[in-house]
């Protein structure tokens, strides 16, 4: 018996010292009957890809089958503290874009995409952005 509460004391210890980053996401979710998008003008070093201070539109399209109605974007390890919003509106993101049936909104405004970006924060860590086009 003391064995196995050595075996299991040892590998509790080794779970609580492993770090689990959670992803930092943006999910983007279409939550009406009809096609939508969401399009941002970001630097692309900013989503993973290489190119420096360079600027690209991407858009996002959102269909209405299930497998189309949402999308995730992987922005690597940690969660969006105000801080890590602040840094990614000031230095990586130029517009904001998003049309749905039922809403139209484009944001070149620092504050406002930033505003905008916290409000829809949340997650135990707050490792997620979720936009929801209505």
Known sequence: MKRLELILL???TACLLTSCD???LIILKNK???PAYFRWTVRTDSTGTSGGQQFKTVTFDLGT???DKEKTIVFGFGNWPT???ERFVNEDIQSVEIESVNEK???TNKKEIK???LE???GIVKNFITIKLK
């Open 22 to 24: 959670p992803a930092k």
């Open 105 to 107: 909104k484009f944001m």
């Open 120 to 122: 829809r924060r949340h």
């Open 65 to 67: 089958s299930k497998n």
């Open 83 to 85: 801080s890590e919003i």
């Open 115 to 117: 505003d905008y970006l």
């Open 32 to 34: 009406t009957d009809k």
């Open 10 to 12: 040892i590998t509790g």
